[in-house]
């Protein structure tokens, strides 16, 4: 099946069925986040993988009541950055260098720059660039999850900051952007699993320039 055919069998699953997903799919999911491209290569954000029913059940309420976080196989929650220092920055080139063979410094120049630029920034501007990279893994992990015939519930509703402090991510410098949830659709209780996917038409999605 292709990628097209893939996205046009997700959707937004609103009530699963508590099915296990096999770890395998859920390395597959979490890996084609990992592979996402991010501005400098800088890969700003982390995933936090959670199967543990006390755990979901306590994160259920942060979430507005969603049933899908109790009834999903797994949640994961997507984290970016609160700021980028240097020793992160520096971390992120140090390895480029050693894995891809470059000599000690070879991106000082480009990674000086890059630093001076984010020193200008607040962190709240650094954190809100970090969740746009996250972001980018987070719809590759959709795309894979669809691939996997795994179905998948993106969710922003949630209370951040209340999951920030129950996962404790403050310890790792990261801050909470969005929530999947994984699992199996419960076709006959989910109101939308048969309704018709609806999309902009493509003459209303792309705007050709080519032309004018």
Partial sequence: ???LQDLQWRYATKKMNGQAVAQEKVDY???????APTSSGLHPFKVVEISDPELKAKIQPIAYGQSQIVDASHVL????YDE?????VDSVFAQQEKERNLPQGFADDYKNQLFSNFQQQSKEQHFQHAARQAYIGFGLAIAAAAEQKVDATPMEGFNN?????LLELDK?????????ALGYRDSENDWLANLKKVRLA?????????SN
């Fill in 1 to 3: 099946m292709s990628l």
């Fill in 161 to 165: 900051v209340a999951l920030d402090e």
């Fill in 172 to 180: 790792w410098g990261l801050k909470s952007v969005t929530i999947l």
């Fill in 84 to 88: 980028y220092t240097k020793e992160r």
């Fill in 29 to 35: 999911i979490v890996e084609a986040a990992r592979l």
């Fill in 202 to 210: 493509k003459e209303d999605f792309v705007l050709d320039l080519s």
């Fill in 77 to 80: 929650v997507f984290a970016a």
